[in-house]
């Protein structure tokens, strides 16, 4: 009997976001493996008798690897289980998808790819604001924090990332954002443009801080925050803060 695998975006974390696509698979599901962001109440939707296995990673904490992460997932689907392969966010986005569908399809397991909410997109919305804006940001980007090793990255395309007139989301940016300004401001991007910094998003401890990019650079520098935040800057809408 041969299993299949399906990797299921959980969005952002409250289970009112997931796809009925996404909650369909869980109900179904044998055995889920989940990240440490995609927990909490989603879990509980999850078939009864599904085998729970956590497989979450988290910057400076204790984390399997990635070549553990995927050699569980094809035991578990050799096995002849439904399985899901639960991702935080939506799984195409900054989620190592791609390692894992090598994995399946290198052990000859189907598989489908259930998208979800990514953290940008939650954010804006929790904040009454457009991601893209009309004639003011017609591009939109996504970029990353941090590297393999938890450091903001070098090879960053800092033109384009300074461009006051696109949207740029960070994700996982919240120890390096400070860092990350410093290089942009000297990119050319202005000191003073809007930057919101959203934690957790759609969680009961949801945040704001609507500043400058500078501004919020100076905050995490000296208080960092301990949550998990996504970060928008460029040409922001006036956001309407809950």
Request: hydrophobic residues 50%; contains cysteine; neutral net charge.
């Given at each position: 009997?041969?299993?299949f695998?399906?990797f299921?975006s959980?969005?952002?974390?409250?289970?009112?976001?997931?796809t009925?696509r996404?909650?369909?698979r869980?109900?179904?599901?044998?055995?889920?493996?989940y990240?440490?962001?995609?927990?909490?109440p989603?879990l509980d939707?999850?078939?009864?008798q599904?085998?729970?296995?956590?497989?979450?990673?988290?910057?400076?904490?204790?984390?399997?690897k990635?070549?553990?992460?995927?050699r569980?997932?094809?035991?578990?689907?050799?096995?002849?289980?439904?399985?899901?392969?639960?991702?935080?966010?939506?799984a195409?986005?900054?989620?190592r998808?791609?390692?894992?569908?090598?994995?399946?399809?290198?052990?000859?397991?189907?598989?489908e790819?259930?998208?979800?909410?990514t953290?940008?997109?939650?954010?804006?919305?929790?904040?009454?604001?457009?991601?893209?804006?009309?004639?003011t940001?017609?591009?939109l980007?996504?970029?990353?924090?941090?590297?393999v090793t938890g450091a903001?990255?070098?090879?960053?395309?800092?033109?384009?990332?300074?461009?006051?007139?696109?949207v740029?989301?960070?994700?996982?940016?919240?120890?390096?954002?400070?860092?990350l300004?410093?290089?942009l401001?000297?990119?050319?991007?202005?000191?003073?443009?809007?930057?919101?910094?959203a934690?957790?998003?759609?969680?009961?401890?949801q945040?704001f801080?609507?500043?400058?990019?500078a501004?919020?650079?100076?905050?995490?520098?000296?208080?960092?925050?301990?949550?998990?935040?996504?970060?928008?800057?460029?040409?922001?809408?006036?956001?309407?803060?809950?």
């Amino acid at each position: 009997m041969t299993g299949f695998v399906s990797f299921v975006s959980s969005g952002p974390g409250d289970p009112d976001l997931l796809t009925v696509r996404a909650l369909k698979r869980l109900q179904q599901a044998e055995a889920v493996l989940y990240d440490d962001l995609a927990s909490g109440p989603i879990l509980d939707l999850a078939h009864p008798q599904a085998e729970m296995i956590a497989v979450g990673k988290r910057a400076g904490c204790p984390s399997p690897k990635q070549e553990e992460v995927s050699r569980r997932l094809v035991e578990q689907a050799g096995m002849g289980r439904r399985v899901v392969r639960l991702k935080s966010g939506d799984a195409g986005v900054f989620g190592r998808l791609e390692e894992e569908i090598a994995a399946v399809t290198a052990a000859g397991l189907p598989f489908e790819v259930v998208p979800g909410v990514t953290s940008a997109a939650a954010a804006a919305a929790a904040a009454s604001i457009p991601l893209t804006r009309r004639l003011t940001a017609r591009r939109l980007q996504f970029v990353t924090g941090h590297d393999v090793t938890g450091a903001l990255p070098e090879a960053m395309n800092l033109a384009a990332l300074a461009d006051p007139e696109a949207v740029t989301a960070v994700y996982m940016g919240r120890r390096t954002f400070a860092a990350l300004a410093a290089r942009l401001i000297a990119a050319g991007l202005p000191p003073d443009t809007p930057a919101l910094m959203a934690e957790e998003v759609s969680k009961p401890g949801q945040r704001f801080v609507s500043a400058t990019v500078a501004d919020l650079a100076e905050a995490l520098r000296e208080a960092p925050s301990r949550a998990v935040v996504m970060i928008l800057y460029g040409a922001l809408a006036e956001p309407r803060l809950p």
